[in-house]
């Protein structure tokens, strides 16, 4: 039973029995307990430090009745600080600091300091232990101050056991704590999106009264230009702020990775231009709807990490409600406006999507089952391999990856030939897509002895393009270039601004060229030419998915070759 106190005689040893007050005492988690047993005299052979019943009741009556303020975090600082006889004791976070007792620490110490080990001091006013408290996601430390000795008493030493426990339960309370309270928060935000008709100021007060952000915008991407401009603000005076994509700022950041981007501190991080002159910490969050990045969420505060854990994730859950709150209703009406004429005209077909998709699945999953057992038997578990037969079953791989690629570029075609899907444009830069899919394209090109390489811009610029045709475009181009190409030979990806209204994609290969007779007919869908030779194992069909994207797009697509000396493909795109 907790708290009780009663007593009772122990048998120490055979003949000595020692008479004992016990004290039993719920810990702060109300499931531990804390036991002292207490001789009431002198125990044979002791140091003849005898406990005194004062202090336990002390102890006693603090975790019975901990400080309401601070739940019971001032009552666990009060327990080590009587425990000890320090004079002061003081739990120190990036977000709280508890002081209890006499002794507050110097201005200077109000933040944690990177402490590893527990670490002791001695001043005129007596001994003084820091304590480190490890946390994921938090520096903190506990330090008591002023206590007559290094726990040479029975109680000092068994305090000080407890004390880093102590100082872990403290913080792992408070983070529990601030969990809740910010779930408390989505539920009346929630409420507040679900009353307002597009009252977007108000809730992006309200957003910062619950994060305790001074200033806050809400940016949507134009479709002419690249460039975010401000829909609506809280807390700062410039009501019309246009934000270019290609200025590093986090919420173009945020826009062009769907990423969520935080600057704990702007005047220590210089990668980004503060999008509130006046903020020290900044985070923004991508708003995306149905899949498609439409804007940013920033917001800033005049003190240095403000955002910290727990906020990132409770203001990304925020993003995605504001998100459907703003776009969602909008994206509908046109979607509906959408099917509506393609009913009329009788352009689109029904369930065309749902209907590639399975496809798509059902040509996957036995090629994945096939690619499992190959890979199994190259593993040799099922027992040595003969050279010849690891041949086969590596030739039998890159069967099966060509399998996979061949029906992709199928599907992809008849998509281009049955539907007609709109294009799914937003501003990012070029050479982000480049570099995103050059380490898978340098590896199928290292399997077939081919060099794979890019030439991006120094100064990367941005334009408006769908980035999974784009994607497309870069891989059947580069996949081309491989395939037809010379043991040895390099392939280059080059991107460039062409002029102020357009951009080049131009991939060149060391091949042995294109004949003349060939070329003209290179983009017809199902060629596979008159002279490529044994080299023809495609369908055809990829350069004819290169030159319909291109076009969709808006832009054009050429080849030139030389015989013997290599092939350049180029794709000219407009930057909006």
Known sequence: MAPFQFRADISLTENITQHFEMTSLFMPDKESLLIFLVPTEKIEGSDGNVLTNQTI???????????????????????LRVGTGARGA???????RITVGEMALPAQEKQPKAKTAVSWTEDKLGHNVTIPVKQKHDKAYLKITGMPSRGSD???????????????YIQSNQHIQGVVKLLNAIQVLMILLQGRERDVRTVLGEIGSIVGADYLAIHTISAREPVLNQLESFGITNEHSVLRIEIPSI???AYTHTEICYVPDTAVDQRFSSVFPSSRSELAIPLVCDGKTTGTLTIGCTRRDAFGYPLGGFLQTIGTAISLWLFKDSKGIRDEADIQSKE???EKIHGLDDLLMSLSYRMRAPVTTLRGHTDLLVSEKLGKLTPDQRKSLNSMNIALINLVEYAERMLNFMKIELSDENLDTSWARPSDVVSSLLPVLSEKGRSQNVEVSAELPSEPFTASFDRSR???????????????????????????LDGANHWVLEVFNTGEGISSVDLPNLFDRFYTGSNFGRKTTGLGIGLTIVKSFAQQMGGTVSVRSKTGFGTWFTVRLPVS
């Open 90 to 96: 003081v739990y120190v976070s990036k977000s709280r």
């Open 344 to 346: 009329k005209t009788g």
């Open 251 to 253: 919420a173009s950041w």
């Open 57 to 79: 009741n002390e102890l006693m009556d603090i975790l019975r009745d901990p400080n309401q303020d601070d739940g019971s975090a001032r009552g666990i600082m009060e327990f």
């Open 154 to 168: 029975p109680l000092g030493k068994l305090v000080l056991g407890l004390a880093p426990m102590m100082a872990e």
């Open 470 to 496: 784009l994607e497309q475009i870069i891989g059947n181009l580069v996949n081309n270039a491989i395939q037809f190409n010379k043991p040895g030979g390099s392939v280059r990806i080059e991107v460039r």
